[in-house]
Structures are given as structure tokens and as C-alpha cells.
């Protein structure tokens, strides 16, 4: 008796809650862990179960169909009495609307069996018309569907064309719309979408009404006009031109198609043509250079043709050609004349010097490509008889029209020998390019005459470490050094 009062007394006296101390939290901390690691092992013994079933308060396996039908069926009548009800707290006077009832059952779900005896599916089941679906609809965002809605401005269309977007252009049948496309392209200054809208409307306008509306539309005109170029629509570009009264652009563009024509006799024909189009005063003095030098170029393959076969020609024998001659360009005509036909009269119309006369060639152009032919053959003497000119009083003097410079670095590559190349490196000018000149290509002559005539003892002592010993240069050297008369600067 005794002892049950004591433990009465421990009970009614002792307490869970316990005073904060500091050394609890622990202690705390670890029974925590404890239990959440209890719960979590009792967690993963309920998931690995997989023939654990769960069942609603009516007794329904929950996830079943009956189970669905029943909570989709409760939740859509729910909704109509929340709104009722919104209502007769709003207002009394308005009647309460009945309640409908559901008309869901499981047998409207199970029709029947087929031959095989298997269920009707749900989603057929669902898609009877007798049966109306509870379950929510997904939907598009409506941002989606408006991508492929034809309510679209052009404002709005060319802003989306911009941006990459796929948009038709089909609704756009009047042509006021049609002119608000383009000229809404236009003020964005954007010419993929100008281009996308012109090749639009070439499509779907007459011809002459799309050419009214560009001749006041000049950006789009000329994108139109450029478009047409590059992909090569040469007629719808003719009628263009000439609706635009640009005669000299109809001419060019006429012009132009003689690229396409392979062959030469029918380039020629085509070229003469050409002559009688309304070309500018200096387009047309190209033309007609144009199919000059055709005509040329074609005497001069049929004769070199027939030269080479007969090898009777010893320059054809030594450097057979590589290349036909037919539709090159006027220097590398005159290079080939300059290479094979260079000691020929100027009658005869292979001649240089009758190329020279007829297209007006410069003089610099004319040196220039003579020397490169003649250095190439190492055909020095003509390479000296090109720079010498004569007085009127019949001295000679060398004259380079093009900087005696630029022949030493032609000559330099042709691999002409240093005697020569030193006859021209004394006639550049300036005393600076002249010794670079020399010390690059070792022209030592030059060097050291440059600096014997510039009284520079120092350089001179320099250049004689630079030469090698006991040679033909470094007794030059010396014996300039040794020379009293000449009073030197250093």
C-alpha cells in the first residue's frame, strides 16, 4: 500500500518537459536522428511492397476505375453547390438551382466484350457520344495557337517573320494588304523579309501591276532587281528594265549573258550583237574592244594551233603551250604575244606592238608584261633593248617606265645573273633602295662604288669584313682605301 502511494506520488510530481541545459541538445539531436531514420526504413518497406492495396472509406480499392468515376462525378457536383451557395449568402431572393444528378455508372464504361472476350477500353468507352467526359481538357496555351491563327497584321506578320517565325502570307489576298506587307518590311529595313514578301508577290501579282507599285517603291526595287540577278531570272529582269526605261541596264544585262556561251565562234556572234545595244559612251568602246580581241585571240589560236602540229616553229618546239588562248584577258594576251610572238612585225596581228596600238595599252602596263615574257625566256638583250631609248641627238639612255626598282625584283625572280642584275641596280635613283638593292642580292660592285662615291670610309671598312677573304671585292676595297686623292668624310 505503502508503495503504491509513493509511485503515485513520483507520477503526479515528475514531468516530460524537462529545463534547458546545454548538454541536451545532443542528446535531442541524436533521438531526432533516430526517429527520422525509423520512419524513413518504414517508408521504403511501404514502397518496395508492391502488393500493398489501399482502399477508400467505402471500401473501393483506391485508383480504381469505379474509384475515379465516383471522385470525378463528386467533384463536378461539388463545384455546382459551392457556387449555390456563394449565391444565397450574396442574395435571398434568388432560388437555389437542383442539383443534378450524375449520371455515371460503371456499366456505361463496359458496353460489351468483343469476339475475344477482352473489356472496351476506356478512351473508347470515353469517346461515345453518349457518355460526356468530366475529366479536365489539356489545352495549348493560347500564345500557341495564335502562331498559326491568320489574324495576324502585316505589322504583326513582318515582326514575327523577323524574329524567324513561320508565317503564311497566303491570307493576304487584296492588294492593298499585300502593299502593306511590303512597305511594313521596308520601314524595318530588314531585306530577308523584303526579299521573302517580293518573291510573295511576284508569285501571286500580274507583272505589270507589281511593276507599278515598285517604280514608287524604290528599297524594294532594288532588291527585287538584285534578287533577280543572282538567281539568274534574265527575262523577268529584261521586262523590268525596259518597263523602268533604263536602257543602258537592259543593255548590260544582255551583255552579260555571254558568259554562258561556251564557244567561241558563237561568243563572237553573239558579241557583235552587242555592239548595236544602247550602251553608255564608254561601255560601249569595251564592247567593242571585247570582240576585237575575240576576233584576235581566234586568228591567233587557229595559226599557233597549226604552227605547233608542224613544229615548224622552234619556240613552240621548246615551250609547248599549256592553255588555248580563247576568251583570256587582254594582258594575258599580250603576254603570250610577248612570249612567242615577240620579234614579229607590227602587221601582223599576233604582234605585241600591234596589241599595244590597237587597245591603247599603257606604257607601263606594255613594260611591265614584256619584261616578265622576255625575262622568263632569259632573253637579256631584249630585256636591255626594252630600256633603251635614244635622243635626238642619238645618244642612248636607259629609261624605265615603271622604277628601275621594280626590274631588278622581276629580273631577281627570273633568275638572271648578277651581272645583270647589277647593271640595273646602279640605275635606281635613290641611294638609300640602291645599296638595300645590292646587299640583298649581293651585288657587292655596286656597294662599294655606292660608298666610294659617298666618301664613307667607316661603311666601306664595315662591307670589307662582310666580303670574303683574299677575293676579287676585298682588293677593290683596298685599294680604295689606299687611295690618297680621295677625300673622305670620316
Same mark, same amino acid.
Given at each position: 500500500?505503502?508503495?503504491?502511494?509513493?509511485?503515485?506520488?513520483?507520477?503526479?510530481?515528475?514531468?516530460? /518537459?524537462?529545463?534547458?541545459?546545454?548538454? %541536451?541538445?545532443?542528446?535531442?539531436?541524436?533521438?531526432?536522428?533516430?526517429?527520422?531514420?525509423?520512419?524513413?526504413?518504414?517508408? =521504403?518497406?511501404?514502397? %518496395?511492397?508492391?502488393?500493398?492495396?489501399?482502399?477508400? !472509406?467505402?471500401?473501393?480499392?483506391?485508383?480504381?476505375?469505379?474509384?475515379?468515376?465516383?471522385?470525378?462525378?463528386?467533384?463536378?457536383?461539388?463545384?455546382?453547390?459551392?457556387?449555390?451557395?456563394?449565391?444565397?449568402?450574396?442574395?435571398?431572393?434568388?432560388?437555389?438551382?437542383?442539383?443534378?444528378?450524375?449520371?455515371?455508372?460503371?456499366?456505361?464504361?463496359?458496353?460489351?466484350?468483343?469476339?475475344?472476350?477482352?473489356?472496351?477500353?476506356?478512351?473508347?468507352?470515353?469517346?461515345?457520344?453518349?457518355? *460526356?467526359?468530366?475529366?479536365?481538357?489539356?489545352?495549348?496555351? *493560347? @500564345?500557341?495557337?495564335?502562331?498559326?491563327?491568320?489574324? !495576324?497584321?502585316?505589322?504583326?506578320?513582318?515582326?514575327?517573320?523577323?524574329?524567324?517565325?513561320? /508565317?503564311s502570307l497566303e491570307r493576304f489576298r487584296s492588294l492593298r494588304e499585300k502593299l502593306e506587307?511590303?512597305?511594313?518590311?521596308?520601314?524595318?529595313?530588314?531585306?530577308?523579309?523584303?526579299?521573302?514578301?517580293?518573291?510573295?508577290?511576284?508569285?501571286?501579282? *500580274?507583272?505589270?501591276?507589281?511593276?507599278?507599285?515598285?517604280?514608287?517603291?524604290?528599297?524594294?526595287?532594288?532588291?527585287?532587281?538584285?534578287?533577280?540577278?543572282?538567281?539568274?531570272?534574265?527575262?523577268?529582269?529584261?521586262?523590268?528594265?525596259?518597263?523602268?526605261?533604263?536602257?543602258?541596264?537592259?543593255?548590260?544585262?544582255?551583255?552579260?549573258?555571254?558568259?554562258?556561251?561556251?564557244?567561241?565562234?558563237?561568243?563572237? =556572234?553573239?558579241?557583235?550583237?552587242?555592239?548595236?545595244?544602247?550602251?553608255?559612251? =564608254?561601255?560601249?568602246?569595251?564592247?567593242?574592244?571585247?570582240?576585237?580581241?575575240?576576233?584576235?585571240?581566234?586568228?591567233?589560236?587557229?595559226?599557233?594551233?597549226?604552227?605547233?602540229?608542224?613544229?615548224?616553229?622552234?619556240?613552240?618546239?621548246?615551250?609547248?603551250?599549256?592553255?588555248?588562248?580563247?576568251?583570256?584577258?587582254?594582258?594575258?594576251?599580250?603576254?603570250?604575244?610577248?612570249?612567242?610572238?615577240y620579234t614579229e612585225g607590227e602587221g601582223t596581228f599576233s604582234s605585241p606592238t600591234n596589241?599595244?596600238?590597237?587597245?591603247?595599252?599603257?606604257?607601263?602596263?606594255?613594260?611591265?608584261?614584256?619584261?616578265?615574257?622576255?625575262?622568263?625566256?632569259?632573253?637579256?638583250?631584249?630585256? %636591255?633593248?626594252?630600256?633603251?631609248?635614244?635622243?635626238?641627238?642619238?645618244?642612248?639612255?636607259?629609261?624605265?617606265?615603271?622604277?628601275?626598282?621594280?626590274?631588278?625584283?622581276?629580273?631577281?625572280?627570273?633568275?638572271?645573273?648578277?651581272?645583270?642584275?647589277?647593271?640595273?641596280?646602279?640605275?635606281?635613283?635613290?641611294?638609300?633602295?640602291?645599296?638595300?638593292?645590292?646587299?640583298?642580292?649581293?651585288?657587292?660592285?655596286?656597294?662599294?662604288?655606292?660608298?666610294? %662615291?659617298?666618301?664613307?670610309?667607316?661603311?666601306?671598312?664595315?662591307?670589307?669584313?662582310?666580303?670574303?677573304?683574299?677575293? @676579287?671585292?676585298?682588293?677593290?676595297?683596298?685599294?680604295?682605301?689606299?687611295?690618297?686623292?680621295?677625300? !673622305? *668624310?670620316?
Amino acid at each position: 500500500m505503502n508503495r503504491m502511494k509513493v509511485d503515485e506520488e513520483e507520477y503526479w510530481h515528475s514531468s516530460k /518537459c524537462k529545463a534547458f541545459t546545454f548538454d %541536451d541538445d545532443d542528446e535531442e539531436l541524436s533521438q531526432l536522428k533516430e526517429s527520422k531514420r525509423a520512419v524513413n526504413s518504414l517508408r =521504403e518497406i511501404v514502397d %518496395d511492397d508492391d502488393d500493398l492495396e489501399k482502399f477508400s !472509406w467505402s471500401g473501393e480499392p483506391v485508383g480504381s476505375i469505379s474509384w475515379s468515376i465516383k471522385e470525378t462525378a463528386s467533384s463536378s457536383s461539388n463545384a455546382p453547390e459551392r457556387r449555390d451557395s456563394g449565391l444565397q449568402k450574396g442574395s435571398s431572393s434568388y432560388p437555389a438551382l437542383p442539383k443534378q444528378a450524375s449520371s455515371y455508372s460503371i456499366s456505361s464504361f463496359f458496353k460489351g466484350r468483343n469476339k475475344l472476350g477482352s473489356f472496351q477500353s476506356l478512351s473508347d468507352a470515353l469517346s461515345d457520344s453518349g457518355v *460526356k467526359s468530366y475529366a479536365p481538357e489539356l489545352r495549348r496555351p *493560347k @500564345a500557341e495557337y495564335k502562331d498559326y491563327s491568320s489574324d !495576324w497584321s502585316p505589322k504583326d506578320t513582318v515582326r514575327r517573320m523577323q524574329r524567324g517565325k513561320i /508565317c503564311s502570307l497566303e491570307r493576304f489576298r487584296s492588294l492593298r494588304e499585300k502593299l502593306e506587307l511590303l512597305d511594313e518590311a521596308v520601314l524595318v529595313h530588314d531585306g530577308n523579309v523584303i526579299t521573302a514578301i517580293l518573291i510573295f508577290l511576284k508569285r501571286t501579282l *500580274k507583272r505589270e501591276i507589281l511593276f507599278q507599285e515598285l517604280e514608287v517603291r524604290q528599297v524594294a526595287l532594288r532588291h527585287l532587281i538584285h534578287f533577280l540577278k543572282e538567281t539568274g531570272e534574265q527575262k523577268l529582269l529584261l521586262d523590268l528594265l525596259r518597263f523602268l526605261d533604263r536602257t543602258e541596264e537592259v543593255a548590260l544585262s544582255q551583255y552579260r549573258e555571254h558568259l554562258s556561251i561556251q564557244d567561241a565562234e558563237k561568243r563572237r =556572234e553573239f558579241l557583235k550583237g552587242c555592239i548595236r545595244l544602247p550602251f553608255s559612251s =564608254e561601255d560601249a568602246v569595251h564592247v567593242q574592244d571585247h570582240y576585237t580581241l575575240l576576233e584576235r585571240q581566234i586568228i591567233i589560236e587557229a595559226n599557233d594551233r597549226h604552227l605547233e602540229a608542224a613544229g615548224q616553229s622552234e619556240i613552240f618546239r621548246k615551250y609547248p603551250r599549256k592553255a588555248s588562248i580563247l576568251s583570256m584577258p587582254l594582258v594575258t594576251t599580250l603576254f603570250y604575244s610577248c612570249f612567242y610572238h615577240y620579234t614579229e612585225g607590227e602587221g601582223t596581228f599576233s604582234s605585241p606592238t600591234n596589241l599595244k596600238k590597237t587597245f591603247k595599252i599603257p606604257d607601263k602596263q606594255y613594260v611591265l608584261t614584256a619584261l616578265a615574257a622576255r625575262a622568263k625566256l632569259r632573253a637579256w638583250h631584249d630585256v %636591255d633593248a626594252l630600256f633603251t631609248t635614244k635622243n635626238w641627238l642619238g645618244y642612248t639612255k636607259k629609261r624605265a617606265p615603271i622604277g628601275f626598282h621594280r626590274v631588278v625584283e622581276i629580273l631577281q625572280r627570273n633568275s638572271a645573273p648578277v651581272q645583270v642584275l647589277q647593271e640595273y641596280v646602279r640605275l635606281v635613283e635613290d641611294v638609300e633602295t640602291r645599296l638595300n638593292l645590292a646587299m640583298k642580292y649581293k651585288c657587292h660592285d655596286v656597294v662599294i662604288d655606292t660608298y666610294r %662615291d659617298l666618301k664613307d670610309r667607316h661603311q666601306l671598312m664595315a662591307y670589307r669584313c662582310k666580303v670574303e677573304r683574299g677575293s @676579287a671585292e676585298e682588293d677593290k676595297i683596298d685599294s680604295i682605301l689606299s687611295n690618297l686623292q680621295i677625300r !673622305w *668624310k670620316n
